[in-house]
């Protein structure tokens, strides 16, 4: 019930291309999904979140997707920078600070 | 505006130690939240704290421990260490009150039980 899927474990994509990491949960109590960036020997970074009355948000080249009735939301990564190579954490929150995390998504960006 | 500050950085400790530590959350950020990450489990919550009581608590031992500050600081410690207890772990702040969802990461501190 607590529990966010995450896929794909990896993905490897040249500059420029979208890569796509998707997310499904079953907690229907989540009110608040944020994305993580996260680089070796440093601490998850805040990348971009949406609350479920939004289907899409954009930031910059980042868009999160938001499909309420599947239970599913998903990261978009526009024109895809090497710059970019780093491990993605979808997370999910119902109250306080506890996050529920997917277990992560490691990218390659190759030039 | 100075970020999550975690000290240790890193350390190392043998089975049967304890560690303590320590936190210091952005300014005016009053909810201070602990994680532990390891390759096998990944991310995971230990507690929260919120001016100074524990708010909520994850799925771990009793060993696990924390207390927060008046000053919103924070610490945690882990009592008779095991081999599994090796991770990153981190600690994460927000504003806390009212509903937010935005949580800052710090650096972590990187044990080593041997």
């Known amino acids: 019930q607590q529990q966010v899927k995450q896929s794909p474990q990896s993905l490897i994509v040249q500059k420029g291309g979208i890569p796509i990491i998707n997310c499904a949960y079953e907690n229907t109590a989540f009110d608040y999904f944020p994305w993580y960036q996260q680089f070796p020997g440093k601490g998850p970074a805040l990348l971009i979140a949406?609350?479920?009355?939004?289907s899409e948000k954009k930031e910059g080249r980042f868009t999160i997707s938001f499909n309420k009735s599947a239970k599913q939301f998903s990261l978009h990564i526009m024109d895809s920078q090497p710059g970019d190579s780093a491990t993605y954490f979808c997370a999910a929150l119902t109250s306080g600070s506890r996050l529920t995390f997917g277990e992560g998504t490691q990218l390659t960006v190759n030039p | 505006k100075a970020g999550v500050t975690q000290t240790p950085r890193y350390l190392i400790k043998t089975r049967g130690q304890q560690v303590t530590l320590s936190c210091s959350p952005i300014?005016?950020?009053?909810?201070v939240s602990w994680y532990q990450q390891t390759p096998g489990q990944g991310l995971q919550f230990l507690f929260e704290y919120f001016s100074e009581t524990q708010r909520n608590k994850g799925n771990f031992p009793g060993r696990f421990s924390g207390r927060q500050f008046s000053n919103s600081r924070s610490e945690m410690n882990v009592s008779t260490l095991e081999l599994g207890d090796s991770a990153l772990y981190l600690c994460a702040s927000s504003l806390g009150s009212g509903v937010t969802g935005e949580l800052f990461f710090g650096e972590g501190s990187r044990l080593t039980v041997l």
């Open positions: 300014s005016g950020h009053r909810s």
């Open positions: 949406i609350r479920p009355d939004v």
